[in-house]
């Protein structure tokens, strides 16, 4: 594998401002959760750039656990998501403007 | 660090991959039906498992393209239709002053940040660990699992309670409350 790291990297750092921009800009918390799994991928990218580039296995193990992590934070924010969306038929954030469900 | 041994199918496979991985994110933010920006995303993660491909973690790839595109689009998707929210998010208006502008100035920011001290560190060419080599090939599963299962034996376990914890979680937070006492008066999605 001849690709050098830093060019890996640097995809894993476009692919996070992009889901970094999307994170502040957009409304909908459904595209915000995709932007959220797009960062992850862009740090489980990186994890595995410098697995690869420090010889060492446990980036790879870490990116096991952020996935795992990740599988479980979908799991829980969907569930937010479908029980905010009973109450205010939204899934904009601004609509979330009371502490009071 | 100069792309001097790269050879032409390494080159094509990663602008293949980064192409895939960069377009995807770009449809995610920009599409706004929620359905087209799931496809985008399944289309980001095909790349970066492409990039994982790349760096011979075969086992990441593998477990990249059934958990993520497999599980988690697939619940993106199912909670898209769901509920029924495949109404177009109005993204040219900008309910809060300045929130574009200040959103692009943070991830430059950021950007730069990350990038200035990767090249610092010299683009990751620091001390080697002498022992758990991570090797390609067919010995890169076995080489995870042996890892998973042995350094990190603890932390695995505290997954397997973590997702039994996520599971009830979910499945508490999106019940229907049969009590009626709560404001779930009537169009329920």
């Known amino acids: ?101 | 660090m100069i792309a001097m041994t790269t050879t032409w199918p390494d080159l094509i496979v990663f602008i293949a991959a980064a192409a895939m991985a960069v377009i995807g994110a770009l449809g995610i933010i920009t599409y706004r039906n929620p359905v087209h920006s799931a496809l985008s995303l399944i289309l980001t993660l095909l790349g970066v498992a492409i990039a994982f491909l790349e760096q011979e973690a075969h086992f990441l790839a593998a477990v990249q393209i059934i958990v993520y595109c497999g599980a988690i689009v697939v619940l993106f998707l199912f909670v898209i239709m769901f509920l029924g929210v495949d109404n177009k998010e109005d993204i040219s208006v900008e309910p809060l002053v300045a929130q574009r502008p200040m959103a692009y100035a943070s991830v430059v920011v950021t950007m730069v940040g990350i990038l200035a001290m990767l090249s610092r560190g010299g683009w990751s060419t620091g001390a080697q660990v002498a022992t758990g080599a991570s090797p390609g090939g067919a010995e890169n599963v076995q080489a995870v699992g042996s890892a998973v299962f042995t350094t990190y034996l603890f932390a695995f376990e505290a997954t397997a309670a973590l997702l039994i914890i996520a599971v009830v979680g979910a499945v508490l937070l999106a019940r229907r409350d049969r009590t009626g006492e709560s404001i779930s008066e009537g169009a329920d999605a």
């Open chain 1, 1 to 101: 594998m001849t690709i050098p790291e830093s060019w890996f990297l640097i995809l894993a750092a476009v692919i996070f401002g992009i889901g970094m921009f999307g994170l502040l800009t957009r409304r909908s918390a459904l595209i915000m959760f995709m932007c959220i799994e797009l960062m992850l991928n862009a740090v489980n990218l990186t994890f595995v750039t410098f697995s690869r580039s420090l010889h060492d296995i446990g980036g790879q193990a870490s990116v096991f656990f952020i996935l795992v992590v990740a599988a479980a934070e979908v799991t829980v924010g969907l569930a937010i998501v479908v029980a905010i969306f009973r109450r205010r038929q939204s899934t904009a954030v601004d609509e979330l403007s009371e502490l009071r469900g």
